[in-house]
T-cell receptor, first 109, second 111 residues
């Protein structure tokens, strides 16, 4: 079993839709969590950190549930430019990031 | 706009050849990482440096891979000899604290 697991998708949604991704992690010692975004044939880029209290950045909301060991990302009012692969990431130390395999999102006109 | 740079961006080589990939981290960052990404395995950490010292290379095949930081502006990843299963995208990342900034990657194909 992978330490960080995600549904690979693809999630195919129309513009303007709300879409949610979940991610589960197996190591309860995980300290920090992040969502990275990776466009096709590009490098991963940090989208947002995930806090237990939840955090919001514009149309994006991230939540962490430590009791159930899952992380979520909610995207409201989807744009065509949101089409990408979203990587769920856990950190077990100050440096070591464990990446999920990614969830692919396709936003159609 | 500070960025991590990597060279070459693409490399095609034959099995058995030596491959050297280079990375210039963002000035002032004290951590450097090498990752490998494949369709099957996703992103895997190969090596980690802090203040130029190698602290973790447990993810790297020791018999053929080596990673070094000869100075603060250059990190290298070498594969000798290369094998077809090494075909992947190799990313370098640098950072401060927990955020890591990735370079554009080197797409390696070993025939």
């Amino acid at each position: 079993r992978k330490e960080v697991e995600q549904d690979p998708g693809p999630f195919n949604v129309p513009e303007g839709a709300t879409v949610a991704f979940n991610c589960t992690y197996s190591n309860s010692a995980s300290q920090s969590f992040f969502w990275y975004r990776q466009d096709c044939r590009k490098e991963p880029k940090l989208l947002m950190s995930v806090y237990s209290s939840g955090n919001e950045d514009g149309r994006f909301t991230a939540q962490l549930n430590r009791a159930s060991q899952y992380i979520s990302l909610l995207i409201r009012d989807s744009k065509l430019s949101d089409s990408a692969t979203y990587l769920c990431v856990g950190s077990y130390s100050s440096y070591k990031l464990i990446f999920g395999s990614g969830t692919r999102l396709l936003v159609r006109p | 706009d500070a960025r991590v740079t990597q060279t070459p961006r693409h490399k095609v080589t034959e099995m058995g050849q030596e491959v050297t990939m280079r990375c210039q981290p963002i000035l002032g960052h004290n951590t450097v990482f090498w990752y490998r990404q494949t369709m099957m395995q996703g992103l895997e950490l190969l090596a980690y440096f802090r203040n130029r010292a190698p602290l973790d290379d447990s993810g790297m095949p020791k018999d053929r891979f080596s990673a070094e930081m000869p100075d603060a502006t250059l990190a290298t990843l070498k594969i000798q000899p290369s094998e077809p299963r090494d075909s992947a995208v190799y990313f370098c990342a640098s950072g401060l604290d927990s955020e890591q900034f990735f370079g554009p990657g080197t797409r390696l194909t070993v025939l």
